[in-house]
């Protein structure tokens, strides 16, 4: 069982007071579900996209990579659906303003209301207020709320246009989504990379929604990024590859130290009118009290393709080139938000224990996730010699890894700085490196133990920690 120390004040307290994530904006108090990631934030986040991205590009012969804009033709969302559907039902309380996603209020009384548009769900309440229940505001707890109403997801720009000509007709929006990129470029890759299904396009990078209620720090943002790939396959292909991918993916969670019982499946009963299954890796959130989505791998159909070549007017077909086989391919989707991504390694690394009758706090990343690799400290800062001797050391070995210069404070605080940012190494330099043997101290994080290793093998000793 979970430890219960792991809150999120505590998450959220680490990852400002050690640079990892920050609010946007702070200085001007603040900007709602933004936020910047700091000198540790970034290098994990970093990380966790460059760990993804060989494990799906890097390492795969039948997945290729794309950076696609931000910014597509406005038909792209018509066809896609995003337009007509892309929104979620909220009501307000007519006395404190707040504003609330009914379809999760709904859920606490046992109804679906995931897929429902407003009227079917003013209805809902109606049958509720029949059996005499009423949803209550969950900020001051007012009975007294508006009707249901769809709330649209999409965050409109007045990209090319002065605001006050911004019309439906030219309205431009920030994606929702990297898949519509890829789905746009299915037909320039398949015509300029050599791929024959079945074949994957992988993407990494920003996405927006204009999120009624975007809470739990960075687990619901409105500005986020994803990691997706979409994998064509031939229709009879879906369920062998479908399979595959899935165990590809839970899979990764654990090699990267995510711990098999803190993941699950969930399967979704309730699909859009394309979809023909679709399942998604839970976490355990244990600072939000439980399980929650992390990653959804499903099944699409020829829906997107299809839907695009319908608007477009350009044929999205496949023709393979040993059958003669002429159709639209079948679409496998994996995607996974990066900063929910963050937040849940950062909940699985979280550590408390006591040490010497003090409390450590230590973030115990897998070594090839962690920010800093490598902590180089001189014992003194005022003694030039071991500075200099440290700075070396740092030179030489930040040419293969991130390494942190720290000459700040006792050794012993340092020491546990860099538990609290995750650093698998400490090198400590003291006066038997310049005046014995020219060894220093290596530390490992998580167990403490220390050893001495002469410097010219430092380089060695770590390609060996660290798998390289």
């Not at 505590?10 to 990892?20: A, E």
């Not at 969930?266 to 299954?277: G, I, S, V």
């Not at 690799?373 to 030489?396: C, F, G, H, T, W």
Request: hydrophobic share 35%; charged share 30%.
């Amino acid at each position: 069982m979970e430890k219960d120390y792991k809150t999120i004040d505590k998450i959220v307290s680490l990852c400002k007071r050690r640079g990892f994530v920050f609010q946007s904006s702070e200085i001007y108090g603040g900007f709602s579900a933004v936020y910047d990631y700091g000198p540790y934030g970034i290098e994990l986040k970093k990380n966790l996209s460059e760990a993804w991205w060989k494990s799906m590009v890097q390492k795969r012969m039948d997945v290729v990579g794309l950076d696609s804009g931000i910014f597509m033709h406005p038909k792209t969302w018509e066809a896609s659906g995003h337009v007509g559907g892309f929104d979620d039902p909220q009501v307000d309380c007519r006395d404190c303003k707040n504003r609330m996603r009914v379809d999760h209020m709904l859920e606490e009384h046992g109804i679906e209301a995931d897929k429902m548009k407003a009227e079917e769900i003013n209805r809902a309440i109606e049958d509720l207020k029949k059996k005499g229940i009423e949803l209550k505001c969950t900020n001051c707890g007012s009975k007294n709320l508006t009707p249901a109403k769809n709330f649209s997801l999409m965050v409109k720009s007045n990209l090319g246009s002065p605001t006050d000509e911004l019309s439906e007709d030219n309205v431009v929006y920030l994606r929702p989504e990297t898949c519509g990129g890829i789905y746009l470029n299915y037909k320039n890759i398949l015509d300029s990379a050599r791929v024959k299904i079945p074949f994957g396009i992988a993407q990494v990078g920003k996405a927006f929604r204009n999120e009624i209620i975007a809470r739990q720090f960075i687990f619901r943002t409105r500005e986020f990024e994803q990691m997706e790939m979409q994998y064509f396959v031939h229709p009879t292909q879906m369920q062998e590859k479908y399979d595959e991918w899935k165990k590809i993916r839970w899979n990764w969670y654990l090699g990267y130290g995510i711990k098999e019982e803190n993941i699950q499946w969930h399967k979704h009963t309730k699909l859009a009118h394309y979809a023909a299954e679709a399942y998604d890796i839970e976490y355990n959130f244990t600072i939000f009290g439980g399980f929650k989505e992390l990653e959804g791998i499903h099944q699409r159909g020829a829906w997107d393709l299809s839907q695009h070549s319908k608007f477009s007017g350009v044929e999205l077909d496949y023709l393979d080139p040993k059958t003669n086989e002429r159709y639209v391919p079948n679409i496998l989707e994996t995607s996974v938000g990066l900063n929910r991504m963050f937040l849940a390694f950062m909940n699985e690394a979280y550590t408390e224990e006591e040490v010497d009758g003090e409390m450590r706090v230590v973030l115990k990343f897998d070594r090839r996730i962690a920010p800093v690799k490598i902590a180089i400290l001189p014992l003194l800062k005022n003694r030039e010699e071991l500075v200099v001797k440290a700075q070396d050391i740092y030179s030489e070995l930040s040419e293969y890894y991130m390494c942190e210069f720290d000459e700040s404070g006792t050794i012993g605080k340092r020491y546990r700085r860099q538990d609290e940012i995750g650093t698998p190494f400490c090198v400590t330099i003291d006066f038997d490196t310049i005046e014995k043997d020219n060894t220093v101290t290596v530390r490992d994080r998580d167990t403490m133990e220390q050893e001495r290793i002469r410097v010219e093998d430092l380089k060695k000793y770590f390609a060996e920690k660290f798998n390289i």
